[in-house]
């Protein structure tokens, strides 16, 4: 009877032993194998993401090359074109009457400010310009620029303890902010443009604000990738190439503003 | 404190710890989780007080267990399982009525009830183990509540599972050195509810 118990005993004792270990080792594996997943998943998402910022940094790269190539174009062979076209005129005009030099003075003037309009787009397209003068001053004569054409009341403020941003990030911001003033030229129908460049010690805080007519949101987000602007897509993609952060504010008839805050390097 | 009591301590912890299921709002689960580990408390210390408590046992078992499944049941997210569970509640409900009424009674240890018990909670645990391997989304599993509720579970009712077998077929004075198996299980099982509801502090919301 002794011997039945004592064999009773060791039987629910292994077993008890035996179920915990096996159980136990299944719960382990179990563990391992959904880390491991875990950590592949994780490896899997950090590499689309440098996938994702090369292919968005090489699409930056190519834009600036043609940016810079179109630039170069337009100061070099457009503007040569254009004070070509004035000094034929001249020629024309020592030996036309009175009523066609008129008609050609009117010519040459407009070819002049054809010329103009023309260097200051190739300036602005321009990287090396723009990092030779520096955001500040190329953003400035942006805003001249678009004030030239009379149809917006343009104010543009900003602090005196100016400080140089690192060129590279100069460039994606000045671009930035072209793509926001092109998208007040071409959707908000605004009147005024208001523009604030605040030097702070830890960032440089800019606000584009107009009183056009502003977007809703979620009407934006919710469009498909086909309708979606891609001028807004552009602007947050590069906030996170240089680390800004890009904050919307916008109200149906009231107007825009975008405030885009750049850390200090 | 007598020794064989040890196991009260991570009970009552665990009771207290999954109190902010309540506070938090958790998923249902957590909360129905927190009940049972309420009553577990009370039955084990009003048992203190009687002499005889297989009867409080008896009784408690099947409410107990009830209790066990519907956790599984809101955890569980496939319909067919739910239907099952649901299924499997009052067959085992009703085996158990039938086993304390007319086989093993209300004074003798209800053996074959535990062990229709073990045998489901492993399968539940099993199929919440399979949930999480078939499912896309990632979980961190060292902070997820239900994966050490079914750890503890699975390997607490494993181990009781060959004791329960033979309970009612041995000798007291044996029994009496055997029970410790019952009291290391369940100290483990408390001990891992309690990790359960100290692994995440913002689960459920």
């Not at chain 2, 073990?118 to 979980?139: G, N």
Request: overall charge positive; some cysteine; glycine content about 4%.
């Amino acid at each position: 009877m002794q011997d039945t118990s004592r064999e009773i005993a060791i039987v629910v004792l292994f077993g008890t032993i035996l179920a915990v270990g096996l159980t136990a080792m299944i719960v382990y594996l179990l563990f391992i194998y959904q880390r491991k997943r875990y950590r592949h998943r994780l490896e899997m998402q950090e590499l689309l993401e440098a996938f994702n910022k090369t292919l968005l940094l090489s699409k930056l790269e190519i834009q600036e090359q043609t940016l810079d190539h179109i630039s170069k174009e337009l100061h070099a062979n457009f503007s040569h074109l254009v004070s070509l076209i004035n000094i034929n005129l001249s020629e024309l005009m020592a030996r036309g009457n009175d009523e066609i030099r008129e008609n050609i003075l009117e010519t040459k003037s407009l070819a002049k400010q054809l010329l103009g309009e023309l260097k200051a787009l190739s300036a602005s397209l321009n990287t090396d310009h723009i990092m030779h003068i520096g955001f500040s001053k190329a953003f400035q004569n942006e805003m001249a620029i678009i004030g030239k054409r009379n149809r917006y009341a343009i104010t543009f403020s900003k602090t005196v303890d100016e400080y140089k941003v690192s060129p590279e990030r100069e460039i994606i911001l000045f671009r930035m902010c072209q793509e926001i003033l092109n998208n007040i030229l071409k959707h908000a129908k605004a009147s005024s443009i208001n523009v604030s460049l605040n030097y702070t010690l830890t960032a440089l805080v800019i606000k584009i604000a107009d009183d056009g007519i502003g977007f809703d949101h979620n009407i934006v987000d919710d469009q498909s990738p086909e309708k979606q602007s891609t001028g807004l897509r552009n602007i947050f993609s590069r906030a996170n190439q240089i680390k800004a952060i890009v904050s919307i504010q916008s109200e149906i008839n009231k107007g825009t503003e975008f405030i885009i805050n750049v850390p200090r390097d | 404190m007598r020794i064989s009591d040890i196991y009260l301590v991570p009970l009552f912890l665990s009771v207290i710890l999954s109190l902010r299921s309540f506070g938090q709002k958790w998923a249902v689960q957590y909360r129905l989780f927190s009940i049972l580990l309420i009553s577990n408390l009370l039955v084990e210390v009003i048992a203190r007080f009687m002499t005889r408590n297989f009867l409080l046992y008896n009784i408690y078992l099947i409410p107990q267990y009830l209790l066990y499944m519907s956790v599984f049941y809101f955890e569980l997210r496939s319909t067919l399982l739910k239907r099952i569970i649901l299924y499997m509640g009052f067959i085992f409900g009703a085996l158990g009525i039938i086993n304390l009424s007319y086989f093993q009674g209300l004074h003798s240890f209800t053996s074959y009830t535990y062990v229709l018990a073990i045998t489901i909670m492993i399968a539940l645990s099993i199929l919440y183990f399979y949930q999480i391997v078939e499912q896309k989304e990632m979980v961190r599993l060292s902070t997820e509540p239900m994966f050490w509720i079914s750890t503890a579970i699975l390997i607490s009712h494993s181990g009781n599972l060959p004791l329960f077998l033979v309970f009612n077929h041995i000798a007291p004075s044996l029994l009496e050195k055997l029970i410790y198996i019952l009291l290391v299980m369940n100290f483990i099982m408390y001990s891992l509810y309690a990790i359960a509801f100290l692994c995440r502090i913002r689960q459920g919301k």
